[in-house]
């Protein structure tokens, strides 16, 4: 019997760059779509239909005293292939637990710092969709900001903190995956907050997110500011926590910048998004660390796991910051957008409150890469 590896083992191998070897046997053009990523990660993919002869497509490479982990797309097929290949010899074999399904589901928290009042700030890492969301603690209160619909994994990690989650944040009206803000906020008694000009379509209460109006958390005060920033879309809000931490949502990302069109807006909003990128964000600290809702390349993770900038040095390098002109800011935004992610209008108007789909849709809807970036 091949042994298992679960998400939460190989996200620890990832995080911490260890030498891992992936025998992917999902279709070519779902491999090519969306893949499992690491900076010290090789995939092999090879197709289970492919290997039911045996293993000749993959004999040349992989090495019998090597660890192969088989990945598929839901944990069977994979546990499958790793029984073949111990019976051909090899001694070191894992299959992921639940597969990819599995892997996109995975959120890895990441210390950030420790703040000025003696609270804290963590980044949950999905690594297998992008996805960053946060939980800034103080006190004995917390506030979860761009939740994942796997709201279960902070309430255990609050609970783990000894908080109560008093605040729940969605800077903006996801279009890539679906928000468990508001779900969050119903279980803990807590408030769910929305940028209103996102939220004239939503179905159900909420607190106005808006410039000038600090949430406080905790007792001792991390100051969440909300700060304007239209662009992704048009309600998105920023927030600074604690003077120095920048959360940009879907604006902003180390080696990007956001897509403005998932409302079907791009023209209208790409002067927003220049607006907010080259004039708001340029009067604050160039010392603010800067804190995105997505990443899209494995390298903008840091040794520790997480991903983060400097604003000023981000001024520095990130392409999508480096072109004055505003007609060729303009062309560079509305020619390199990149496919519109799955789903994406069945996700808004699931985070509207227009459709409750079961939770086998909810997953099938969010399957794939994240697609909210644009690439100068």
């Known amino acids: 019997m091949s042994q298992s590896i679960t998400t939460n083992e190989l996200a620890k191998r990832v995080v911490n760059r260890e030498e891992t070897l992936i025998l992917d046997v999902r279709n070519t053009d779902e491999f090519d779509d969306w893949k499992i990523e690491g900076d010290s990660v090789e995939v092999i ?15 040349g490479k992989l090495n019998k005293d090597q660890e192969v982990i088989v990945v598929c797309a839901k944990g069977g097929s994979s546990k499958m292939v790793a029984e073949m290949i111990e019976e051909e010899g090899f001694t070191n074999v894992y299959d ?22 003696g609270g804290s700030l963590y980044q949950f890492v999905r690594l297998g969709k992008g996805c960053l969301s946060y939980m800034a603690i103080s006190g004995n209160e917390a506030a979860v900001i761009d939740a994942n619909r796997m709201t279960d994994i902070y309430e255990r990690f609050a609970e783990e903190k000894d908080v109560t989650i008093t605040h729940t944040i969605d800077t903006h009206l996801h279009a890539d995956h679906i928000s468990g803000g508001r779900q969050i906020a119903e279980h803990t008694g807590g ?68 897509r403005p069109d998932l409302a079907g807006k791009a023209d209208d909003w790409v002067g927003d998004l220049r607006e907010t990128l080259y004039s708001r964000y340029k009067e604050l600290s160039e010392d603010l660390v800067v804190l995105p ?25 990130n ?23 799955n789903e994406h209008e069945n996700i808004r108007q699931t985070n509207m409150g227009k459709m409750n789909p079961e939770d086998e849709k909810q997953r099938e809807m969010e399957i794939g890469p994240n697609r909210c970036a644009v690439h100068g």
Do not use: C
């Open 96 to 117: 992921l637990e639940g597969g990819m399904k599995a892997w996109s589901e995975h959120l890895e928290p990441v210390k950030i710092a420790d703040l000025h009042d």
């Open 293 to 317: 809702a997505h990443y899209s390349f494995v390298e903008e993770l840091t040794d520790d796991g997480s991903v983060k900038a400097r604003l000023g040095d981000l001024y520095q390098r």
């Open 319 to 341: 392409n999508g910051l480096q072109v004055d002109d505003e007609e060729e800011f303009r062309k560079m935004v509305t020619e390199n957008l990149p496919p519109q992610p």
């Open 191 to 258: 408030t769910y907050h929305l940028p209103p000009k996102d939220a004239r379509e939503v179905t159900f209460n909420y607190e106005a997110l808006e410039e000038g109006h600090d949430i406080t958390v905790g007792s001792s005060t991390i100051k969440v500011q909300p700060l304007y920033s239209p662009g992704h879309t048009i309600g998105s809000t920023s927030l600074i926590i604690d003077d120095q931490y920048l959360l940009t949502g879907d604006i902003l990302f180390v080696k990007s910048i956001g």
């Open 45 to 59: 993919n090879e197709p289970y239909f492919n290997l039911l002869d045996g293993l000749d497509p993959v004999a």
